[in-house]
């Protein structure tokens, strides 16, 4: 992802340690034992809203806390863009965009179609409109829930963009 992440960076003119930060810090806990993050989750959200962060979403958050309370990061767009990575939401910023855009299209991926990896280039937002979008198919086509952050966010770019 890094690769993706860079070449977005460089393209809008985001902070370059910015996003290396959060490029090596967004998933690390991915991996990381449900149980754990589930107890992590408690401990620092004990009235964390399900609805915005489903627990497929845990490790962003958990990777936020660690990235905070383990290596020191203060800086508030990079831990933002950790956190959001996984939902998007309205308002984001560049850094929290290029993050959640690069997770999205990164290499390897082989169900992002061509044509939002090249918008990525050209309307960073109109490309992460269409992302959420494919993002919310698979996941109500899968009965997985939807976090509202990402539904809050397609509705803003829906008034943006008028629909797509």
Same mark, same amino acid.
């Given at each position: 992802?890094?690769?993706? @992440?860079?070449?977005l960076?460089?393209?809008y003119?985001a902070?370059k340690?910015q996003?290396?930060? @959060?490029v +090596?810090?967004? #998933?690390?806990?991915k991996?990381?034992?449900?149980?754990?993050l589930?107890k992590?989750?408690?401990?620092?959200?004990p009235?964390l #809203?399900?609805q915005?962060?489903?627990? @497929?979403?845990?490790h962003?958050?958990?990777?936020m =806390?660690?990235?905070?309370?383990k !290596?020191?990061i203060?800086?508030?767009d990079? !831990?933002?863009?950790?956190?959001?990575?996984?939902t998007?939401r309205? *308002?984001m910023?560049?850094?929290e965009? =290029?993050?959640?855009? &690069?997770d999205?299209i990164e290499?390897?991926?082989?169900?992002?179609s061509? #044509?939002i990896?090249?918008?990525?280039?050209l309307d960073i937002?109109?490309?992460?409109y +269409?992302?959420?979008l494919? =993002?919310?198919?698979? !996941?109500?086509k899968?009965?997985l829930?939807?976090?509202?952050l990402t539904l809050?966010a397609i *509705? &803003?770019?829906t008034?943006?963009?008028?629909g797509i």
């Amino acid at each position: 992802m890094m690769k993706v @992440a860079l070449k977005l960076q460089k393209h809008y003119g985001a902070d370059k340690k910015q996003t290396k930060i @959060a490029v +090596l810090l967004h #998933d690390i806990l991915k991996n990381e034992d449900p149980k754990t993050l589930k107890k992590m989750v408690e401990e620092h959200f004990p009235a964390l #809203d399900h609805q915005a962060f489903p627990e @497929a979403t845990w490790h962003a958050l958990c990777a936020m =806390i660690y990235a905070k309370e383990k !290596l020191g990061i203060s800086d508030s767009d990079v !831990l933002n863009a950790i956190k959001y990575h996984t939902t998007g939401r309205v *308002g984001m910023s560049l850094l929290e965009k =290029i993050i959640c855009l &690069a997770d999205y299209i990164e290499e390897g991926r082989t169900y992002v179609s061509e #044509d939002i990896k090249s918008l990525a280039y050209l309307d960073i937002d109109k490309a992460l409109y +269409l992302s959420m979008l494919e =993002i919310t198919a698979y !996941l109500r086509k899968h009965n997985l829930p939807v976090s509202s952050l990402t539904l809050a966010a397609i *509705g &803003a770019y829906t008034s943006q963009y008028g629909g797509i």
